[in-house]
């Protein structure tokens, strides 16, 4: 596939999948508006402490600025030091919150990700939401660690780091988990295993984004069966066809022309918020939401393939199962 070709599939996918999206926010949205079913109060989280991934930017910054604004404590965990203290800064001012800190998390090395796990866990705090916001797309070739760029970034890496953090959510309890899918993950027909230990083969990279994507639900699925009466409930969800940076890598005649109709961060951010503070969904677990509201995933996310993708992971990464 040339250049123009790789445009082309670029622009087929997206539009696509911004057809899904809109076709599947229509059908629910009702008469009156669509707004967020669950409008929370300024100060409903005081004594409550989340980690947010990828929160110097797009729907991470905007989950945390909201977060920080109802009084919760908020880790903010990305790549950048030097770009993430800024955003900090700000969030801070605008809220009136200063329990904000910085952890280095690069998703792609799992050495990375045990350190900042470990860093989180010297600090004694509680833990009551982490939220795996963080993510690539459109991007090619392998992670540090061995893995698909975007499978090792957008799924390995928040396994490892869920995984290591699962005690102290279980002492925190009641805890949530909650995991940025995307729609995208209906185009993935299942996981490749050797496909996902070696470079991308795409010259899009999307096709791997969606299998991503599918690891992100599969995981949320075994998360709720394996946690049952642990007082940890887990979620995956579509933020919408955001203009964030995980777009940052699509080529530039189409980035533009992609983002365009997409929503804004704010409005992505809106689900993630919804699944880790809302009441509504206090008591269910494992299931995908999209606008705020359950929906059914691709059928390929079935149990079985939850099981054994869960299985496979905790061997890549050596984790205690």
């Given at each position: 596939?040339?250049?123009?070709?790789?445009?082309?599939s670029i622009a087929a996918t997206t539009a696509t999948?911004?057809?899904?999206?809109?076709?599947?926010?229509?059908?629910?949205?009702?008469?009156?508006?669509?707004?967020?079913?669950?409008?929370?109060?300024?100060?409903?989280?005081?004594?409550?402490?989340?980690?947010?991934?990828?929160?110097?930017?797009?729907?991470?910054?905007?989950?945390?600025?909201?977060?920080?604004?109802?009084?919760?404590?908020?880790?903010?965990?990305?790549?950048?030091?030097?770009?993430?203290?800024?955003?900090?800064?700000?969030?801070?001012?605008?809220?009136?919150?200063?329990?904000?800190?910085?952890?280095?998390?690069?998703?792609?090395?799992?050495?990375?990700?045990?350190?900042?796990?470990?860093?989180?866990?010297?600090?004694?705090?509680?833990?009551?939401?982490?939220?795996?916001?963080?993510?690539?797309?459109?991007?090619?070739?392998?992670?540090?660690?061995?893995?698909?760029?975007?499978?090792?970034?957008?799924?390995?890496?928040?396994?490892?780091?869920?995984?290591?953090?699962?005690?102290?959510?279980?002492?925190?309890?009641?805890?949530?988990?909650?995991?940025?899918?995307?729609?995208?993950?209906?185009?993935?027909?299942?996981?490749?295993?050797?496909a996902v230990r070696r470079p991308t083969k795409s010259?899009?990279?999307?096709?791997?984004?969606?299998?991503?994507?599918?690891?992100?639900?599969?995981?949320?699925?075994?998360?709720?069966?394996?946690?049952?009466?642990?007082?940890?409930?887990?979620?995956?969800?579509?933020?919408?066809?955001?203009?964030?940076?995980?777009?940052?890598?699509?080529?530039?005649?189409?980035?533009?022309?992609?983002?365009?109709?997409?929503?804004?961060?704010?409005?992505?951010?809106?689900?993630?918020?919804?699944?880790?503070?809302?009441?509504?969904?206090?008591?269910?677990?494992?299931?995908?939401?999209?606008?705020?509201?359950?929906?059914?995933?691709?059928?390929?996310?079935?149990?079985?393939?939850?099981?054994?993708?869960?299985?496979?992971?905790?061997?890549?990464?050596?984790?205690?199962?």
């Open positions: 596939m040339d250049k123009r070709a790789a445009v082309a999948t911004n057809q899904l999206h809109n076709r599947s926010r229509s059908a629910r949205q009702d008469a009156a508006s669509g707004g967020p079913a669950y409008a929370p109060p300024i100060g409903d989280l005081d004594n409550r402490t989340f980690l947010v991934t990828g929160a110097n930017t797009g729907i991470g910054r905007e989950t945390a600025l909201t977060l920080a604004r109802r009084g919760a404590r908020v880790f903010v965990a990305g790549r950048s030091e030097p770009k993430t203290l800024p955003v900090i800064d700000q969030i801070a001012a605008q809220t009136g919150n200063s329990a904000l800190t910085f952890l280095s998390l690069d998703l792609g090395d799992l050495a990375s990700v045990r350190a900042c796990a470990n860093e989180f866990l010297r600090t004694g705090e509680s833990l009551h939401g982490l939220i795996n916001n963080a993510g690539l797309a459109g991007q090619r070739g392998m992670t540090e660690s061995g893995f698909e760029l975007a499978f090792g970034t957008n799924y390995v890496g928040p396994f490892l780091l869920t995984g290591l953090l699962l005690e102290r959510l279980r002492e925190s309890a009641p805890a949530r988990i909650v995991n940025v899918s995307s729609i995208g993950h209906y185009r993935a027909a299942g996981i490749d295993y050797e010259l899009t990279g999307l096709p791997e984004y969606a299998v991503s994507k599918l690891g992100n639900v599969l995981h949320a699925q075994e998360l709720a069966r394996r946690l049952q009466g642990d007082g940890i409930t887990a979620y995956s969800l579509h933020p919408g066809a955001i203009a964030s940076d995980v777009w940052r890598r699509v080529p530039w005649p189409v980035r533009p022309l992609i983002k365009r109709r997409m929503r804004s961060p704010v409005e992505g951010a809106r689900t993630s918020l919804y699944c880790a503070t809302s009441p509504e969904v206090a008591n269910e677990s494992g299931h995908y939401y999209d606008d705020c509201r359950r929906e059914e995933p691709s059928a390929v996310a079935t149990p079985e393939l939850a099981a054994e993708l869960w299985d496979r992971s905790v061997a890549w990464v050596d984790l205690d199962p």
